[in-house]
């Protein structure tokens, strides 16, 4: 796969999407971008990363409080970001997309989460992933990750979800998780990580021929 390509992953929280997409940039020699993008749409647009961290795949993100953050920022205006005492998402969101854009325009790369997938729609060779797994096996990752009881773990697995979902149908005008908005969907409980990883590897590559 000489020519630049670009893998999305779209995950359940506990399914370990983020593990697969580390994995699978290792094994391809390529980036992956994940909480990084937060970094580099901060520096670029010159807001606090605070800002992206709080609006971070969420709508409705409220910004009088970091309002302190936002002081000295330049590259995309103070006054184009409020709209009644709302910092607009769009705008956030309009960054990132940028920022994306940019990263796939210079180099082969995988990005997980934040609606790559649609920010990325036109981009000729690129595979778009969701990765799922069963409820118990997500409670049980995110338990142990986070030092939660099970009920927690279950709440924040749901609660995260949900906000993943209505970022992505927000923006994108599909439905996050239903098979139709991907190429490939895949349950990591079913396969385990290693042979998630693979499968998505011989995907690629048949699709990338």
């Known amino acids: 796969m000489e020519e630049k390509y670009v893998i ?19 094994q391809l020699k390529i980036s992956c971008y994940d909480k990084e993008l937060i970094q580099i749409a901060s520096k670029k647009s010159g807001l606090g990363k605070e800002v992206f961290e709080q609006a971070d795949e969420k709508t409705g993100f409220n910004a009088m409080s970091l309002m302190n953050s936002l002081f000295g920022f330049s590259s995309y205006g ?34 997980v ?30 338990a142990e990750r986070q030092n939660l009881s099970e009920d927690k773990a279950n709440a924040l697995i749901e609660q995260t979800d949900k906000k993943r979902a209505t970022y ?31 499968c998505i590897l011989h995907f690629a590559q048949k699709k990338f021929i």
Request: hydrophobic residues 35%.
């Open 78 to 111: 103070g006054g184009d970001f409020f709209t009644n005492n709302y910092l607009c998402n769009e705008s956030l969101f309009k960054i990132q997309s940028d920022v994306i854009q940019e990263l796939t325009g210079q180099q082969s790369c995988i990005f």
């Open 8 to 26: 999305t992953i779209g995950r359940q929280l506990g399914s370990g999407g983020k593990s697969v997409g580390e994995t699978l940039a290792a």
């Open 168 to 198: 992505y149908n927000y923006y994108s005008n599909k439905v996050w998780g239903m098979a139709t908005s991907y190429d490939l969907c895949i349950n990591s409980s079913v396969f385990g990580m290693e042979e998630t990883v693979a």
């Open 113 to 142: 989460g934040r609606c790559a997938d649609y920010i990325l729609r036109d981009h000729p060779r690129k595979l778009s992933v969701f990765i799922s797994a069963d409820t118990n096996d997500r409670i049980r990752r995110i």
